[in-house]
Structure formats: structure tokens, C-alpha cells
Antibody, heavy 118, light 107 residues
Framework: EVQLLESGGGLVQPGGSLRLSCAASGFTFSSYAMSWVRQAPGKRLECVSSVTGSGHTTHYADSVKGRFTISRDNSKNTLYLQMHSLRAEDTALYFC???????????WGQGTLVTVSS | EIVLTQSPATLSMSPGDRATLSCRASQSFSSYLAWYQQKPGQAPRLLIYDASNRATGIPARFSGSGSGTDFTLTISSLEPEDFAVYYCQQHSNWPLTFGGGTKVEIK
């Protein structure tokens, strides 16, 4: 059974940094592209970043480009999102999501909450 | 960026009704559209991908259709567990984008 477990969320001040992790199990992690999708209150889902199975290719939404970095450690079956220069508008529930084939999300974690506030 | 507009925002239905949800794109793309169901406190669940293919374990009452700019999710006969929010997502181009959602509520 595919399992994705996020961690690392919390309360951070504007301008601060945070690193999210997603521990994967139940599938061949290196074969899946992975993404971080966030859901802010009252806003639509937003895919903020994706990375291919090898880790060689990444994509970022314009809203986070230059501030967030996605990475993965296939030896540890773990996905990361390093977030810098956090803003109030980054406040959201951050989901780790997997793609077994195309870029639709066929597996999801339960999310980790990031709150950016002074 | 492909903008997806879902309508209606809210659909008030009764169990056993047929529900038709719409997703319209700001520009044409192939059939790389997915649908998700989300219940309160839960992550979204994939229902449909490539516009019309049901994901593993999804009941046959869920069906998807469309191409180009107009897509539809149909629930043939609503079950009590189907009352939820539904999102479309295009998986054709980066950035991957979602619609704003349709809430299917009990009338």
C-alpha cells in the first residue's frame, strides 16, 4: 500500500525558513515523480513544485520560484521542500503527492500545516 | 498558464440524483484532465485521469468526458458518500493547475 507521511510544518515568522519532508513507503519511490501541492484556506489547490523520479528535473510555480527548492533522496525514500523567505500567503496545508504515470496525482499524504505569521 | 473554471460552484442534490459537473479551460489542450474528490479533513482522491479513465477502485457511477476546453464529470446516481468537493486538474502543461472546485451538497 502506498503511504506518504509529511512532517516539518509549523508556525514561522515572515521571512523565515522551513523544511518539509515526506517519507514514502509501499512502492518503488525512485520510479515516481513527486510533487508538493498546497491548499490555503478559501483558495484552490496549487501545485508548487514537482520533481522527476531521478531528481534531475524540477518545476516550480511562479509564486515560489527562487524561494522554494524541491529535492529527493531515493536512498531514503524521502521527498523534501526547502522553503525560504516565507510570506503570509504561503500559509497552507502542504500535501506530498505522487505520480505513477502522467502528471496527475494518484497518491497523497495527509498534509502538514505551514502557518506564516508574526 | 491554463486556467480552469468549474461550474456550478455548488450543486444541491439528493441521493439517487444524477450529477453533472463542468470544467472549462482557458485554452485548448488534449485530454490530460483529472478529477478529484475531497472530503473535509482529507486529502483529495483521484477519480478520473486522461479525461475519461477511472482510477483504481473508483466505482463505475463516476465517469468523465470531454476534450479541448470542455470537460464533464458525471455521477450517475449519487450515493451518500459522494457528497464532497470535486476538483478538476489539467496534467498537460506546467504549471499544473486546478479548478476552483464544485461542492456537491445534500439538498
Amino acid at each position: 500500500e502506498v503511504q506518504l507521511l509529511e512532517s516539518g510544518g509549523g508556525l514561522v515568522q515572515p521571512g523565515g525558513s522551513l523544511r518539509l519532508s515526506c517519507a514514502a513507503s509501499g512502492f518503488t519511490f525512485s520510479s515516481y515523480a513527486m510533487s508538493w501541492v498546497r491548499q490555503a484556506p478559501g483558495k484552490r489547490l496549487e501545485c508548487v513544485s514537482s520533481v522527476t523520479g531521478s531528481g534531475h528535473t524540477t518545476h516550480y510555480a511562479d509564486s515560489v520560484k527562487g524561494r522554494f527548492t524541491i529535492s529527493r533522496d531515493n536512498s531514503k525514500n524521502t521527498l523534501y521542500l526547502q522553503m525560504h523567505s516565507l510570506r503570509a500567503e504561503d500559509t497552507a496545508l502542504y500535501f506530498c503527492a505522487g505520480h505513477s504515470a502522467g502528471y496527475y496525482f494518484d497518491s497523497w499524504g495527509q498534509g502538514t500545516l505551514v502557518t506564516v505569521s508574526s | 498558464e491554463i486556467v480552469l473554471t468549474q461550474s456550478p460552484a455548488t450543486l444541491s442534490m439528493s441521493p439517487g440524483d444524477r450529477a453533472t459537473l463542468s470544467c472549462r479551460a482557458s485554452q485548448s489542450f488534449s485530454s490530460y484532465l483529472a478529477w478529484y474528490q475531497q472530503k473535509p479533513g482529507q486529502a483529495p482522491r483521484l477519480l478520473i485521469y486522461d479525461a475519461s479513465n477511472r482510477a483504481t477502485g473508483i466505482p463505475a457511477r463516476f465517469s468523465g468526458s470531454g476534450s479541448g476546453t470542455d470537460f464533464t464529470l458525471t455521477i450517475s446516481s449519487l450515493e451518500p458518500e459522494d457528497f464532497a468537493v470535486y476538483y478538476c486538474q489539467q496534467h498537460s502543461n506546467w504549471p499544473l493547475t486546478f479548478g476552483g472546485g464544485t461542492k456537491v451538497e445534500i439538498k
